[in-house]
């Protein structure tokens, strides 16, 4: 499986880099990624169950990142893409996405999910030849390696991975990235507070565990659950993205499973030296709390450590005065 390279990363950064003054103990992220998870389009832009508007959330979320003025390596969509894997529903999601991917100058990522299908994911998303073969794939990330696991199963809903994956991946993982590697699939390998959830998890992730343990794999991305989550395997990270189209209540009565239309989020990855950060974006518009304006960090950044501390950090009562 050939590398795809992204042209733009070491560029991006070195911008990051310039515009960004350290004022705490950690330097800028050296890499970031943007993790959107189950957009399940449809055709003709028909609403999910009657009533789910599936296309707006993800404008909302392209539009969020494009005005944050952050730069993504990549966008990463962990799977689902279309509900039922019609041609007019990849094909839609991706001139939307790779419009704005252009403007960011982020590499666009596609993961195979349960209600994807190959052959369409591979004609109408990718633009490659049609193949009911595992979509799997590798990506470099100025550094940061990316890899694509296909966890689907042809006419089933749960996951998992075949022995040829697994000793694919295993080569793979023989030799470190220089800024090791994030495994991205869209069952993640971590337990589900939802009961039924459990009977579509991903299968077989002792396996799973024996290949990626010791290696270089600094993180896992999955989506799936439908809501925000985390946990570890097998001594790595594991970070899921809450569906764009709707989300699963988790504190819905026991025994229900209920979906809502409302909850949508996305995450940021943000990757250092020493650690990778997930943080949740929740996606539409909200009224204003409070705000610190962009005059307001520059001038934090014009002072020196010891008076960023007395600026910003010491209390004051309600008067103003000094507590």
């Not at 969020?64 to 041609?87: K, M, N």
């Not at 501390?309 to 309600?318: K, W, Y």
């Amino acid at each position: 499986m050939a590398v795809v390279p992204n042209q733009q990363v070491q560029q991006t950064h070195q911008v990051q880099q310039v515009q960004q003054i350290q004022m705490g103990q950690h330097g800028p992220a050296s890499h970031l990624i943007a993790h959107i998870s189950d957009t399940h389009f449809l055709g003709g832009s028909r609403a999910l169950y009657g009533t789910v508007d599936t296309d707006t959330p993800v404008r909302q979320a392209l539009a969020q990142l494009e005005r944050s003025g952050l730069r993504p390596d990549a966008l990463v969509f962990t799977g689902d893409i279309a509900d039922t894997g019609e041609a007019d529903a990849y094909r839609r999601v991706r001139a939307l996405v790779e419009a704005s991917a252009d403007r960011l100058g982020a590499q666009v990522v596609w993961v195979m999910g349960n209600h994807d299908k190959r052959a369409a994911f591979r004609t109408d998303l990718l633009g490659q030849a049609g193949s009911d073969a595992p979509v799997d794939a590798v990506f470099d990330l100025g550094g940061v390696r990316l890899i694509a696991l296909d966890s689907s199963v042809p006419g089933y809903h749960h996951g998992e991975l075949t022995q040829s994956q697994l000793d694919w991946l295993a080569d793979l993982l023989s030799e470190p990235a220089p800024h090791g590697t994030v495994l991205a699939l869209h069952h993640p390998p971590i337990p589900t507070m939802i009961p039924l959830m459990s009977i579509l998890e991903l299968r077989g992730q002792a396996r799973l565990a024996e290949v990626i343990a010791g290696s270089d794999v600094r993180t896992i991305l999955g989506g799936h659950l439908h809501y925000a989550t985390t946990g570890l395997f097998a001594g790595v990270p594991v970070s899921v993205a809450a569906a764009t189209c709707y989300t699963l209540d988790a504190s819905a009565p026991q025994g229900e499973l209920v979906g809502q239309s409302g909850g949508q989020s996305i995450n940021l990855v943000h990757v250092y030296d020493d650690q990778i950060v997930h943080s949740t974006v929740p996606l539409g518009e909200f009224d204003v709390a409070t705000r610190f304006d962009p005059a307001f960090l520059a001038r934090m950044q014009s002072l020196s450590p010891e008076e960023r501390t007395e600026a910003f950090s010491r209390q004051v009562d309600s008067t103003g005065s000094v507590a």
